[in-house]
């Protein structure tokens, strides 16, 4: 490590304190993204992939670059897995606050099942890195290359899904349609990306405490840095997309909730990437240890459990996949914790 860890007491207080900042900048982040999303001509989905997504990951960016950067592999790489895996528990809690339908077949759209399908085949490029460990391009693993070339790729494809789908799903009373939900903020568009860009920068600060105060967590309790990663560290840097969801949900767009968290998780991927590109003492799939193989199988099938709730479209309740998700992600920290 570079510095001394932050003592217990001061790492738990700044990342309750981190909490408070980021829920009260998430409120803000859904209403500008909103009014965005609707001005570009994006759409809710890829409004809520594009400019949500990223900017609500910058938590969990800063801490993952800040925990590889100060040599713990293991913490750097579980942070964006988790995020991935939190994120996507928190549709389960959301749909407790969306009583109109299920929350997946409210939010059904082509371009939020692609970029599930899209996530799963992010999340498998890591596992062929972890079955290669010995490979390396410099210091890090050539495979870490195709995550951001594949998330791209994935992009051009969501774009062009939404110029010219070739399927729509059924519509039903309960199904949000375009152009539903409060209309897009008259402020000038100057004025709106200013508000987006501010609060990426409070968001990324906080991450940078989180990140820190997570280290200081490790550092005084001895627990395993995957599971501090996977659940303390990212319950708290996805913050942002709960607020998010929960807070689009209750606007009457619930597209745009979905859409930021899928398309949250999506970019999290990239997160993977800069934990082996910030990890400067070899590949980090080699030595983050076996319990990040473990978090990645557990995040994959969350997020193929995921997309047969947006395909199966059950119609009232929170339907299987609110009931799966959250035993799944339950199942995985207990394996890490009895192996760590």
């Not at 729509?168 to 152009?179: D, K, N, W």
């Not at 942002?240 to 597209?255: K, N, S, Y």
Request: hydrophobic share 50%; aromatic share 6%; charged share 10%.
């Amino acid at each position: 490590m570079t510095g001394a860890p932050w003592p217990l007491l001061p790492s738990w207080l700044a990342l309750a304190a981190t909490a408070v900042v980021i829920v009260a900048a998430g409120v803000r982040l859904t209403r500008v993204a909103d009014s965005l999303s609707e001005r570009t001509g994006l759409g809710d989905a890829l409004g809520g992939a594009l400019l949500l997504g990223a900017v609500t990951s910058l938590p969990g960016i800063v801490t993952t670059v800040t925990g590889s950067l100060e040599g713990d592999p293991g913490f750097g790489l579980a942070n964006p897995i988790g995020g991935v895996a939190v994120q996507t528990v928190w549709l389960a809690l959301a749909d407790l606050v969306y009583r109109r339908a299920n929350l997946e077949h409210a939010a059904a759209s082509l371009e939020n099942l692609l970029q599930a399908l899209i996530l799963v085949a992010l999340l498998a490029v890591p596992v062929i890195a972890y079955a290669t460990p010995d490979l390396r391009l410099g210091w890090i693993h050539p495979v870490t290359l195709l995550i951001p070339v594949a998330y791209g790729y994935g992009l051009h494809l969501l774009r062009r899904l939404q110029r010219s789908p070739m399927w729509e799903p059924v519509l039903t009373t309960a199904t949000e349609r375009a152009g539903e939900g409060p209309g897009a903020s008259q402020a000038r568009m100057s004025s709106l990306w200013l508000q987006l860009a501010a609060l990426g920068l409070v968001v990324g600060v906080a991450g940078w405490v989180i990140g820190q105060a997570g280290l200081g967590v490790i550092a005084a309790t001895g627990l395993p840095s995957t599971l501090v990663g996977f659940t303390f560290t990212t319950a708290i840097t996805s913050l942002p997309e709960l607020v998010v969801l929960v807070t689009a949900v209750r606007m009457g767009t619930p597209t745009l909730g979905v859409g930021n968290i899928i398309g949250g998780n999506t970019f999290d991927t990239l997160m993977i990437a800069m934990a082996d590109v910030f990890y400067l003492e070899g590949p980090v799939y080699r030595d983050a240890g076996d319990q990040s193989l473990v978090l990645l199988g557990g995040t994959m099938l969350m997020t193929a459990v995921l997309a047969g709730g947006l395909v199966v479209r059950d119609r009232k309740g929170i339907g299987f996949e609110g009931l799966v998700l959250p035993l799944v992600y339950a199942g995985t920290v207990a394996l890490i914790f009895a192996t760590g």
